[in-house]
């Protein structure tokens, strides 16, 4: 072989492996009310909707998404827009007048208690102090203080599942 060839295949070579080609990575679903966990070249810029974002460096950074959030994100990474589309969500935890089978619901305010005999929630949280009697479409949950038990059940939620802290599920158990 000629050296001239041998030396310009070593330069290609060299230059394929020498010329790193880094993509971020994205973590996570691009859902309202999720966390994306991000991966990219330690060094890099990274903003999110026009907003700087940490990088570590090992290249990870982490930005949340907002619960009502109804536009595309845009994530720049040096100067390169990614866009991604949000996609959204339903909570299960509704007003008590449009609640379904498998969603919680809770009154700790007496000008609902005209939407508990109509509700189709699996279950309603309410303050022990409000009359209750002859409600049979769904299951009620009687505490001391509504707004507070939710808050724990919430709270319970959340510790239990490291896979969604900034939102919460309740799913009624079937």
């Given amino acids: ?31 309202q009310g999720h966390y994306i966990i991000g991966k990219t070249e ?13 990088v ?23 100067n390169k827009d990614i866009i991604k589309k949000i996609q959204k969500r339903k909570y299960n935890i509704q ?11 809770f009154i700790a305010n007496s000008k609902y208690l005209k939407h508990l005999s109509l509700t189709k929630a699996s279950a309603v949280i309410i303050d022990n102090n409000y009359n209750y009697d002859g409600i049979d479409n769904t299951t009620l949950i009687v505490v001391n203080d509504a707004y507070l ?9 959340l510790l239990r599942s490291r896979a969604c802290p900034l939102y919460f599920i309740l799913k009624v158990c079937k």
């Fill in 95 to 105: 007003k008590i007048e449009v609640a379904q089978k498998g969603d919680i619901s």
């Fill in 1 to 31: 072989m000629d050296c001239k060839v041998i030396y310009r295949l070593l330069l290609l070579v060299a230059l394929f492996f020498s010329t790193q080609s880094f993509a971020v990575e994205f973590q996570g679903k691009f859902i």
């Fill in 42 to 54: 330690p060094g890099t810029s990274i903003l999110v909707d026009k907003k700087k974002v940490k």
């Fill in 56 to 78: 570590s460096k090992d290249g990870y950074f982490a930005f949340g998404i907002e619960k009502d959030r109804k536009f595309d994100i845009i994530i720049t990474e040096n």
């Fill in 149 to 157: 038990s939710l808050a724990k059940l919430i709270q319970k939620f």
